[in-house]
């Protein structure tokens, strides 16, 4: 029988490569594949032959320069600098750069600088300085930092070549700034979209700022148009107050697209005052990113209303999408289906869970969904169509989503034969594949199996990872080579016993795959990094209480951040500082930062602050938050000018938009008590001495600075037009207090009028002011349909009177009862449907909100436990999903956290499959006594295979297993998963609002919802939400 290899394809036994086992033949039990996937043939090869050949020359190297963009780090490290000198060697650099990842240009950088023969870098001649071009970005900061004025303006044009961090481009910018004060007009030209890194003051300086059509002016417009220009920055808002003075008579079509980039700032106001053949010629021109949804709405309206939409129009339609409502709906429906993804694909990341589903809906024939919108279907439609999108299955293109893939695994593998071929056929819907399934399938299609699921784009779903764990530990040892063939990403996910036992040459595939996909890494717990990071250092084999030093640094890579702050009390403080923008880059542990911040202080590295200077800061970037809070406050205050402060925060909000910053800060709070930040401030936003007057903001400070530095005083205190110019920003901030948040709606009600008079689309301006108003103004909100709804079902924070009137105004302005809610209103209600009273839950559609299960299940309800068990009875009957005990993984995971109102007695009957698929938010909102009530399975925590960290109540983990084995963490008194249990899974997750514990399911065989007036006990209070506990790993920096 063939075994299982990738793609369906049987495996080939290398027995003339050496690679197969001692007697392997056409029987042997496993057989080693080959090819392997040529990415990880090129770099096995590439690593054997570097330390095959230990004696490179220049000839050799460039000889073999195709290997270049599959040379480890590790390697990179241990080449001759002399040898990277050479002018050869360079120009083979220069050849591959493009398909080298950061990391691998900052070691040949590093590597480079070792060099004897170079000198200090302001030595450098402009020769040598082309020659190592694509490097340049990714020397250390320090040194980059040494560039003189006359070494940059000789590169020229060669800057606008290269991507530059913000501390680089200041730098580079700054110098042609100054270079050229009195070399005329021509240094505009010559900064080009440098001029984005330039301050507002230095923009005025220069006389710039001060014409729309002048050269700087159109770059920092292309700046904003691609995106690059700080969306609320002090520049932005100069750049918009500069295009609002224009007369707008005098602006072609043609000037008014270079303008597009800053429409987000100008607000609706702004696109009102535009003719028709303005926007008309504007708006096929426009991004999805480039309107807020205020202005998307009010451009969809305008063109919905003034002309009948013919399909050969619906393309000036998609970037609108973002603001698509009830009203327009119809009208964009017909052309959507012609021009299908290429449409709806930019648009679908910015819509929101309502818009979403109302499409679903509005489309909901299986030949009417444009491909791009499956993924997003709920099972409830995705079942009934799995036939029909038969041919759709196979695009391996479309990420279906871990339950979607359970689904279509169990409908469209019913009844074939799952023999080797089964997981090339179907492609990326493999990892829907049941434990059953695995548990099944002989040695060989195992290994097979498993090889092809971690090939796979997507990761596992959370009950299929903790299957293949549970497999690998139940079955015979794998051997070395079956290791290697598995490939890094299986490794990084085994368990934590077996990762410590790893031979340190696979420990290294490990590090080496961490380092050029630092993404894979961080899409594993806290707890599972820390691990890896450990097998990593023990793989160097240093000796004991060996100082750690640079070169170890970038071996490890990524890991860096998790070594634990025993580990990283051994680094040496100055290898710290050719690294600093390295570790700008690089997620940290909570403890990991803060034993960095204080390494950083040493003497060996920057020394106390009073002795900085403004190199210092420029050099530390978004790293100076991981300093203590007294270090902070010996910051001489005359390096902190606005400017800075504003680049510092900068390199923080930079790092936190990326890719990699997304990873390292799931959603959540912020801890209790001052933030660096706050202290940063302080200067700033506080009285200049005591009894002084605090200053007022303008709009340039708030940008300067975060909303939430400053109080409700001040705030309250703002001049209106600034306080208007910065109300985008206000609405936004996620951490303004509540009497912060009044402050700012006081103002606003002085510039708008009372509430009585909002529109939808001031409310959608509102934000989360919105949740400031009282009763009475809520029930006087235009809520005519979904759209105007999901403005507010979108926000949390309501209290629950709050929430009643929301709810009670939408069905008295719709003439509607709970029953007539359909996908679109279940989904628009979002965090208001906890508003809806017992009585009136009972009434809605089990269907309707079953199919609204994604959706709601993904948030953190504050209903109460009765309500939530309403919910949980809904979605268990036979109109919906059916009894809990027949539910397969994928139900729990659509499900989400409104599986936490399962009845005690369900939960403790589920099987281990069912339970691993439990969200991790579903688990915090269970209360404990749920968990206690087992009679069959006592879950226990290891069972608990969730991904992220969820906080559990003390209480909860003496349920679970018994005062004798459960003590607190530390002083907070509250549990998290990743301390249970080392599972698969990402970091640190918002937990949620858990349920109280007063409510108990009627005991009885028969279903709630075909029992009337039969309800949970009475007496269940609403439930306070939950701030998640900040403790060591629990939330990166």
């Known amino acids: 029988m063939l075994s299982w290899g990738p793609a369906g394809r049987p495996w080939a036994c290398a027995g003339r490569l050496g690679l197969c086992p001692a007697g392997a033949g056409a029987h042997t039990a496993l057989q080693v594949p080959s090819p392997v996937s040529g990415e990880e043939a090129l770099q096995s090869l590439a690593m054997l032959l570097l330390r095959r050949l230990p004696h490179l020359t220049p000839e050799l190297f460039v000889s073999l320069s195709q290997f270049i963009p599959f040379m480890a780090v590790s390697d990179i490290a241990r080449l001759p600098p002399a040898l990277l000198a050479n002018e050869s060697v360079l120009a083979a650099l220069r050849t591959h750069s493009a398909r080298l990842v950061p990391g691998q240009k900052a070691a040949f950088a590093r590597r480079l600088l070792q060099a004897p023969s170079l000198g200090a870098v302001p030595t450098w001649p402009l020769g040598f300085l082309r020659s190592i071009l694509p490097l ?40 042609l700034a ?106 096929p021109q426009l991004r999805p990113t480039q309107l807020t949804r205020a202005q998307a709405s009010f451009l969809l309206t305008w063109a919905v209303w003034r002309d009948n939409v013919s399909v050969g129009e619906a393309a000036r339609l998609c970037p609108l999408l973002p603001g698509l409502g009830a009203a327009s709906l119809a009208a964009v429906l017909a052309p959507l289906q012609v021009q299908g993804c290429a449409c709806l694909g930019p648009a679908l990341p910015l819509l929101s869970a309502a818009q979403t589903a109302s499409l679903l809906q509005a489309l909901q024939r299986p030949d009417g969904w444009p491909r791009c919108l499956l993924p997003l279907l709920p099972l409830q439609l995705l079942r009934p169509s799995a036939q029909a999108l038969w041919g759709a299955l196979w695009d391996l293109n479309l990420s279906w989503s871990p339950q979607q893939a359970q689904l279509l695994w169990r409908e469209v593998g019913a009844g074939t034969n799952r023999s080797h071929h089964t997981a090339g056929a179907l492609g990326s819907l493999v990892v829907g594949m049941s434990c059953t399934a695995l548990q099944e399938l002989g040695r060989e299609d195992f290994l097979g199996a498993l090889r092809t699921l971690y090939t796979q784009p997507r990761s596992l779903p959370a009950s299929l990872r903790r299957c293949v764990q549970e497999e ?61 990071a450990r097998g990593a250092l023990r793989s160097l084999r240093l000796p004991a209480g060996t100082e750690l030093s640079g070169e170890v640094l970038d071996q490890l890579g990524p890991l860096v951040g998790f070594l634990g702050r025993e580990s990283v009390a051994h680094v040496q403080p100055e290898s710290l500082l050719p690294r600093l923008g390295d570790l700008q880059d690089t997620c940290l542990d909570v403890e990991v930062a803060t034993q960095l911040g204080q390494l950083l202080l040493s003497e060996r590295a920057l020394g106390a602050p009073p002795s900085w200077s403004l190199p210092t800061l420029q050099q530390l970037g978004r790293l100076i938050f991981l300093l203590p809070l007294e270090s902070l406050r010996a910051i001489p205050g005359d390096l902190l000018s606005r400017d800075m402060v504003e680049q510092l925060l900068q390199s923080q909000w930079d790092w936190e938009q990326s890719e990699l910053g997304r990873l390292c800060h799931p959603p959540g709070t912020l801890s209790e008590g001052p933030s660096p930040q706050d202290v940063l401030m302080a200067p700033l936003v506080a009285a200049a001495g005591p009894g002084g007057q605090a200053p007022v903001p303008s709009c340039a400070d708030i940008r300067a600075t975060f909303p939430a530095a400053w109080s409700a005083a001040q705030l309250a205190a703002m001049a209106p037009p600034q306080l208007e110019d910065c109300l985008g920003l206000l609405v936004q901030d996620p951490v303004l207090r509540p009497n912060q948040l009044r402050a700012v709606l006081d103002q606003v009600r002085q510039l708008w009028g009372s509430s009585r008079a909002l529109e939808p689309t001031q409310t959608l301006r509102l934000g989360r002011l919105v949740t400031q108003l009282g009763e009475p103004e809520l029930q006087e909100l235009l809520l005519p349909d979904w759209g105007a709804l999901s403005v507010l079902g979108e926000l949390d924070g309501w209290s629950p009177e709050q929430m009643r009137a929301v709810v009670s105004t939408f069905l008295r302005q719709r003439g509607a009862s709970a029953r007539d809610l359909g996908l679109p209103e279940l989904v628009a209600l979002g965090h208001l449907l906890c508003g809806l009273p017992v009585a009136e839950l009972w009434g809605l559609d089990s269907w309707e909100l079953s199919k609204a299960a994604p959706f709601l299940g993904s948030l953190s309800l504050r209903c109460t436990e009765q309500q939530v ?91 679970l297993a018994g005062p004798a084995q459960w003590e607190p963490p530390h002083p907070t008194g509250r549990w998290n998963v990743s301390q249970l249990h080392q599972g698969a899974g990402a970091g640190p997750r918002h937990a949620g609002c858990p349920l109280s514990a007063g409510g108990v399911w009627p005991s009885s065989a028969a279903h709630p919802l075909q ?27």
């Open 869 to 959: 068990e309403v919910l949980a009875a809904h979605l268990t009957s036979s109109a919906a999903f059916g009894p809990a005990d027949t539910w397969g993984p994928e139900i729990f995971a659509e499900v989400g956290t409104l599986a936490a109102g399962l009845p005690d007695i369900v939960l403790s009957a589920l099987v281990p499959e069912q339970l691993w698929a439990l969200t991790p938010r579903a688990i915090a909102a269970v209360p404990a006594p749920k968990f206690a009530v087992s009679s069959r399975h006592p879950p226990q925590p290891t069972w608990l295979g969730t991904r992220g960290a969820v906080p559990l109540h003390v209480e909860e983990g003496g349920s």
């Open 472 to 532: 690998v530990l139940r079955r015979p040892a794998l051997s070395r080579e079956e290791l290697v063939w598995l490939g890094p990403r299986f490794l990084m996910e085994l368990p934590a016993k077996l990762v410590e036992m790893l031979p340190d040459a696979v420990m290294r595939l490990v590090l080496d795959h961490a380092t050029r996909q630092p993404r894979s890494l961080l899409a594993l717990p806290a707890t599972r990094r820390a691990v890896l």
């Open 1011 to 1037: 029992r009337p007036g039969r309800g949970c006990h009475p007496g269940a209070a609403p439930v306070a939400r939950q701030r998640p506990a900040s403790g060591p790993g629990q939330r990166p920096v």
């Open 136 to 175: 340049l970005p990714h020397l250390p900061l320090p040194c980059f930092l040494q560039l003189t004025p006359q070494q940059v303006w000789g590169l020229g044009d060669a800057w606008q070549l290269l991507r530059l961090g913000l501390a680089q481009g200041r730098h580079v910018a700054s110098s």
């Open 178 to 283: 100054n270079w050229s004060r009195a070399a005329g007009p021509e240094p505009g030209n010559r900064l080009g979209t440098l001029a984005c890194f330039l301050s507002p003051e230095e923009l005025q300086d220069l006389a710039w700022l001060r014409d729309p059509r002048g050269a700087v002016e159109q770059s920092l417009l292309a700046c904003a148009a691609a995106g690059t220009l700080r969306q609320h920055g002090r520049v932005m808002l100069a750049l918009a107050e500069l295009l609002r003075s224009t007369s707008l008579a005098t602006v072609s079509p043609r000037e008014l697209l270079a303008w597009r980039g800053v429409l987000p700032e100008m607000g609706v106001g702004f696109l009102e005052r535009l003719s028709a053949a303005q926007l008309n010629a504007l708006l």
